[in-house]
């Protein structure tokens, strides 16, 4: 069976068509400028060649044409008709407390989905409006939600409630939610594989570090922590976003600079993280390790700061586990950076870590990076969503 995977965004939609069985990827794409002049699709066969259309797209629902259109289409396509796609595979930003777990999507869950969207304003509302675009053109194809929020649903109360009054829960469902689920749920399984260990007996801390970035504990196979909170702006320092910081700085900035509430939230969410710490220089890590490396002061000051919050993280996850058997690092950051696994790495020998130098270096695969002899194991493990979306909907599908 083969799966169509999507994620869309409010202007973009980025898709993979993957072979359920065997795992391939058999084409895929990004659709950009949804909705504005200058819309294109960018398309890649297996095997084939990148190529890219300019075509207009009004709405997602041309976007998904262009794309079935290129899937089937007699040159390039990789398929001779849509009824080899068996199901469709959407991903979804916010679940809230209603779904701890992928499900076959009806007019219920399309509401349930709804209702979340005031916990994702910019994010659940594209969503959805990809999944009706996805039905409108395909009817008959079973379509499935996968929820970024969902792994952290099994977070324990102390761990999701804020400190502040009960009835902001109770009324409004203020807790922390935690983003990234699929690739903390993904990276914790393979480490336990990669390792020949018991997924249900180990304690995992995943450092998910891309431009969004969060960390999470996983003990027995369960989430119990991440960093990520109601919004992706909790917790680590990201390219862009601040992450924690004390509540009060909101009033201190507005009082000082005479800006609105969403003038601030704009300041934390896209002039902050390491492209305010570095002074406005860059928000993209290889520019700032570039920096880092000639010395240059603000990229030191940025990538340092990064570097040290994870640091507290990983500490703290491994107090509220009781122990730690494995660290693993991934997405874009995560996976590609050697020096920011080795900043934060030669921070963690008390708990008996030492990372390997060359091993360290390696690239692309799922790699064992501490020593032999380091008490906790630190992996490399690439991050892949669209797989693990793909593997949820197919699972769904055989038992539904
Ligand atoms: P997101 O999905 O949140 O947009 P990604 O996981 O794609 O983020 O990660 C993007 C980040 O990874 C960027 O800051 C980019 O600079 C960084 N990155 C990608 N490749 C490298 C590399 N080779 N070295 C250092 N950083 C890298």
Do not use: W
Not at 64 to 93: F, N, P
Not at 373 to 392: F, G, M, Q, W
């Amino acid at each position: 069976m083969k799966i169509l995977v999507v994620n869309c965004g409010s202007s973009s939609l980025k898709f993979q068509l993957i072979d359920a069985v065997s795992e391939e990827i058999i084409a895929k794409g990004l659709c950009e400028r949804i909705g504005i002049n200058g819309s294109q699709m960018v398309y890649t066969p297996k095997g084939g060649e990148k190529k890219k259309t300019q075509a207009p797209m009004p709405s997602h629902v041309e976007a998904i044409q262009l794309v079935l259109d290129a899937l089937t289409d007699a040159k390039t396509g990789v398929i001779s008709s849509l009824s080899e796609i068996g199901a469709v595979g959407h991903r979804i930003v916010h679940g809230g407390e209603k779904f701890a777990r992928a499900t076959i999507i009806t007019n219920e869950v399309m509401k349930a989905i709804e209702e979340c969207s005031d916990l994702a304003p910019l994010h659940n509302p594209a969503n959805l409006i990809g999944i009706t675009a996805c039905q409108k053109l395909m009817p008959k194809t079973p379509m499935v939600a996968v929820f970024d929020t969902a792994f952290h649903q099994t977070m324990p109360e102390e761990a999701y409630l804020y400190a502040i009054p009960y009835s902001y829960y109770e009324k409004y469902k203020i807790r922390r939610y935690g983003f990234h689920g699929t690739s903390h749920s993904y990276v914790s399984k393979k480490a336990a594989e990669v390792l020949g260990r018991e997924y249900t007996t180990m304690k995992i801390i995943v450092c998910h570090l891309g431009n969004g970035a969060s960390v999470s504990a996983v003990e027995n196979g369960k989430s119990i922590d991440t960093s990520m909170g109601l919004t992706p702006l909790e917790g680590l320092i990201m390219g862009t976003r601040s992450g924690d910081l004390d509540p009060s700085i909101m009033e201190f900035i507005a009082h000082k600079e005479g800006k609105s509430v969403d003038e601030i939230m704009n300041v934390l969410n896209k002039e902050s993280g390491v492209l305010g710490l570095s002074g406005g220089f860059s928000s993209d890590f290889r520019d700032l390790e570039d920096a880092y490396e000639a010395g240059q002061t603000a990229s030191v000051r940025a990538m340092t700061a990064f570097a040290y919050r994870v640091v507290k993280y990983i500490g703290a996850y491994a107090a509220a586990m009781n122990g730690v058997d494995a660290i693993c690092f991934t997405a874009g950051l995560g996976e590609n950076s050697p020096l920011i696994r080795k900043l934060i790495g030669e921070r963690l020998g008390y708990l008996g870590i030492t990372i390997d130098a060359e091993q360290n270096n390696k690239r692309g695969e799922d790699t064992v990076i501490s020593t032999k002899d380091s008490k906790v194991k630190v992996l490399v493990i690439p991050t892949n969503e669209e797989l693990a979306i793909a593997r949820e909907t197919h699972c769904l599908i055989k038992i539904s």
